[in-house]
């Protein structure tokens, strides 16, 4: 089945990377013109998460909008547990809508949730994923979704990915500690991985999987299972008063920022809602191309207030 689809989606590949040179003429004209944007700082139904957080989005110079993020507060009536979730959409908005509505649920929901929220992460992506699949299937979607969710569990940190979607810690001395690495098709071992299953990473443009994905692993891509998994990886980190923020993005802002800059930008802002507006605003006068949401949560003081805040 893979090898038809890579058939049928030579011409489109060959179409973006086309399309690509185009892109760079036109985008210097996009630069100045921010877009209407939405600033949303809290889900109105949960506003007593365990670490305060600002989130701004906004769909750029995309003709739609894929990304979505979530905030869930009091985690099986435990206020001390949230979590969070930023996810980045690709061929549709079908996943990334799902993981809003089913992730968290599918996380707290597994019996190793309490003693081992490791397993429990893995096991609630994987579930996500299942799901979906068997939605896509019936709807004959071929879309997929990043994924990266924090899970808060008093001072205990557990971060999940699977895709490009990042997140990073900023110290109070600005020093950034990377929390996630890229699931790009030519990071060695996920081109082992993908390779070993018969699969191909071809380079249009970038890196792809089978010549089409530029992730090695999202929730969903139907089409591209085994190659494309949901599986996340998962980071333990237990929170110090040295730990001041937990920046959490889409690529939108990742493709322009590094991780570095990103850090700078955040530190100049007390307010967390803020420093998420302006970290979103800075990826699109950088020029990015994609779609972009930027969570930043406030590790500095615990069981802060979510405050809703106008753009």
Same mark, same amino acid.
């Given at each position: 089945?893979?090898?038809?689809?890579?058939?049928?989606?030579?011409?489109?590949?060959?179409? $973006?990377?086309? *399309?690509? @040179?185009?892109?760079?003429?036109?985008?210097?004209?996009?630069?100045?013109?921010?877009?209407?944007?939405?600033?949303?700082? $809290?889900?109105?139904? %949960?506003?007593? /998460?365990?670490?305060?957080?600002?989130?701004?989005?906004?769909?750029?110079?995309?003709?739609?909008? =894929?990304?979505?993020?979530?905030?869930?507060?009091?985690? %099986?009536?435990?206020?001390?547990?949230?979590?969070?979730?930023? !996810?980045?959409?690709?061929?549709?908005?079908?996943?990334?809508?799902?993981? /809003?509505?089913?992730?968290?649920?599918?996380?707290?929901? =597994?019996?190793? !949730?309490?003693?081992?929220?490791? &397993? &429990?992460?893995?096991? @609630?992506?994987?579930?996500?994923?299942? =799901?979906?699949?068997?939605? &896509? %299937? #019936?709807? %004959?979607?071929?879309?997929?979704?990043?994924?990266?969710? /924090?899970?808060?569990?008093?001072?205990?940190?557990?971060?999940?990915?699977?895709?490009?979607?990042?997140?990073?810690?900023?110290?109070?001395?600005? +020093?950034?500690?990377?929390?996630?690495?890229?699931?790009?098709?030519?990071?060695?071992?996920? +081109?082992? #991985?993908?390779?070993?299953?018969?699969?191909?990473?071809?380079?249009?443009?970038?890196?792809?999987?089978?010549?089409?994905?530029?992730?090695?692993?999202?929730?969903?891509?139907?089409?591209? +299972?085994? !190659?494309?998994?949901?599986?996340? =990886?998962?980071?333990?980190?237990?929170?110090?008063?040295?730990?001041?923020?937990?920046?959490? &993005?889409?690529?939108?802002?990742?493709?322009?920022?590094?991780?570095?800059?990103?850090?700078?930008?955040?530190?100049?802002?007390?307010? /967390?809602?803020?420093?998420?507006?302006?970290? *979103?605003?800075?990826?699109?006068? #950088?020029?990015?191309?994609?779609?972009? $949401?930027?969570?930043?949560?406030?590790? #500095?003081?615990?069981?802060?207030? $979510?405050?809703?805040?106008?753009?």
């Amino acid at each position: 089945m893979a090898r038809v689809v890579r058939d049928s989606y030579v011409s489109q590949a060959l179409l $973006c990377v086309l *399309m690509l @040179g185009f892109l760079k003429v036109v985008v210097a004209s996009w630069r100045t013109s921010l877009v209407p944007y939405e600033l949303q700082m $809290c889900p109105p139904t %949960n506003p007593n /998460v365990h670490y305060r957080y600002g989130v701004s989005q906004m769909q750029g110079r995309r003709p739609y909008m =894929e990304d979505r993020h979530t905030a869930v507060a009091e985690l %099986n009536g435990d206020s001390s547990h949230s979590f969070y979730g930023v !996810f980045d959409g690709h061929g549709g908005e079908g996943a990334a809508n799902y993981c /809003v509505q089913a992730m968290c649920h599918n996380v707290i929901r =597994e019996p190793s !949730f309490a003693k081992d929220p490791v &397993a &429990a992460l893995k096991k @609630g992506f994987l579930r996500t994923d299942q =799901e979906y699949l068997q939605i &896509a %299937n #019936r709807k %004959n979607s071929e879309d997929g979704s990043t994924a990266v969710a /924090v899970l808060a569990q008093g001072d205990n940190l557990y971060i999940a990915h699977a895709g490009d979607s990042r997140a990073i810690l900023v110290h109070s001395t600005g +020093k950034v500690t990377a929390l996630t690495s890229d699931h790009k098709p030519n990071r060695p071992d996920e +081109k082992k #991985r993908v390779q070993d299953l018969g699969g191909s990473v071809v380079f249009w443009g970038v890196w792809r999987v089978e010549g089409i994905l530029a992730v090695s692993r999202a929730i969903g891509d139907r089409m591209l +299972k085994p !190659f494309v998994i949901a599986e996340p =990886e998962v980071k333990e980190h237990k929170r110090t008063s040295n730990d001041w923020f937990l920046i959490v &993005a889409s690529d939108g802002v990742w493709d322009t920022i590094t991780n570095d800059d990103a850090a700078s930008i955040v530190m100049k802002y007390n307010d /967390v809602q803020d420093a998420a507006k302006h970290l *979103m605003e800075e990826a699109y006068a #950088r020029g990015s191309l994609d779609n972009i $949401c930027a969570m930043v949560i406030d590790l #500095r003081v615990e069981k802060n207030q $979510c405050i809703k805040k106008d753009a």
